[in-house]
């Protein structure tokens, strides 16, 4: 079946970037997206990138896709304190919002 | 500010008590969707609706018990609980664009 590969900590200081890889299994794959969990809180969607793309950038976060390796990454720019939070990455065969598989999340620390 | 609420936000209940989450969203979507999330498997996709016709029940235990009366709507009806089933429960929604998901019910059984 599908599966979504993340790792699952990672610990950046203030003004850093950070980069949050996921890996993918299924090829059939089409969108693929980035959300956001603060503590308490549910899921907020950051950015999705359709599969014929390679890059996809808004302000501070870039993403970048490798389709050939099914490999999919968030480069967060300068990175704050507000951006401690869970990543989540996704993947989906459309744009529908069904069908979705979720990889185990990303705890983002960053540190002053 | 996703457009999908939930309440309560809280819940504490005992095993023996029956209690519902209620799930609304505002966005004109057609699909929506019961997740649990805890520390031991971060996102479980517990149910799926589509046009308030349940597609999916990924085997979830009968003291669960979704009910979507509109599109608008999604309820989680809970009875005799066990303490394994305190965790977050998300709802989501979906249409074109991804799924968005409201703040969750922190759910504590006793």
């Known amino acids: 079946g599908e599966d979504v590969e993340q790792s699952l900590f990672l610990s950046v200081r203030e003004g850093d970037s950070s980069v949050i890889n996921c890996t993918y299994t299924?090829?059939?794959?089409?969108?693929l997206y980035w959300y956001k969990q603060e503590p308490g809180a549910g899921l907020q969607l950051l950015t999705y990138?359709?599969?014929?793309?390679d890059m996809k950038q808004d302000q501070r976060l870039t993403v970048l896709l490798n389709k050939k390796d099914k490999h999919l990454s968030l480069r967060i720019a300068d990175t704050q304190t507000g951006d401690s939070a869970i990543y989540f990455c996704?993947?989906?065969?459309?744009?529908?919002?069904?069908?979705?598989?979720f990889g185990p999340g990303t705890r983002l620390s960053v540190l002053p | 500010e996703t457009g999908v609420t939930q309440t309560p936000r809280h819940l504490v209940m005992g095993m023996t008590n029956k209690k519902s989450l209620k799930c609304e969203q505002h966005l004109g979507h057609n699909a929506m969707y019961w997740y649990k999330q805890s520390a031991k498997k971060p996102l479980e996709l517990m149910f799926v609706?589509?046009?308030?016709?349940?597609?999916e029940n990924n085997s979830v235990p009968s003291r669960f018990s979704p009910e979507c009366p509109n599109s608008s709507h999604l309820f989680l009806h809970l009875h005799t609980l066990q303490p394994e089933d305190s965790a977050l429960y998300l709802c989501a929604s979906s249409h074109q664009g991804g799924q968005y998901f409201g703040p969750g019910t922190r759910l504590t059984v006793t």
């Open positions: 996704a993947e989906s065969p459309d744009n529908y919002g069904q069908n979705f598989v």
């Open positions: 299924d090829s059939s794959s089409t969108y």
């Open positions: 990138i359709f599969s014929n793309m």
């Open positions: 609706y589509n046009f308030k016709e349940q597609t």
